[in-house]
């Protein structure tokens, strides 16, 4: 059975940096494109970045480029999302993806991808 748990999230201060992680268990993911979504209250999922199979391409929504960087270790099947200057609007509940499908990123949208984590929630105080 194909588990993914994130962990990492937690309120902190605008400004501060916080590392999110993703391990997959269940089978190996390192053929896989992964993928971190998130989703704030009222609010629909939406992509925050993604990274290919090998590690050596990255794509990176408007909101994140500049102060998140995605990486992933295929040795221990888990994904990271380091998250610098940390503002309240990226408050919301983060998940980490997994497409099945693919060793590249095809694309932004959630249904792409199959398997999802729990979410773990991010909470960044003005």
């Known amino acids: 059975q194909v588990q993914l748990v994130e962990s990492g999230g937690g309120l902190v201060q605008a400004g501060d940096s916080l590392r999110l992680s993703c391990a997959a268990s269940?089978?190996?993911?390192?053929?896989?494109?992964m993928a971190w979504f998130r989703q704030a209250p009222g609010k629909e999922r939406e992509f925050v970045a993604g990274?290919?199979?090998?590690?050596?391409?990255?794509q990176y929504a408007k909101s994140a480029k500049g102060r998140f960087t995605i990486s992933r270790d295929n040795t221990k099947n888990t994904e990271y999302l380091q998250m610098s200057s940390l503002k309240p609007e990226d408050t919301a509940v983060y998940y980490c993806?997994?497409?099945?499908?693919?060793?590249?990123?095809?694309?932004?949208?959630?249904?792409?991808?199959?398997?999802w984590g729990q979410g773990t929630q991010v909470t960044v105080s003005s």
């Open positions: 990274i290919n199979w090998r590690g050596d391409f990255t």
């Open positions: 993806a997994i497409d099945s499908g693919s060793a590249a990123i095809r694309g932004i949208t959630a249904n792409l991808y199959f398997y």
């Open positions: 269940g089978r190996t993911f390192s053929t896989n494109a």
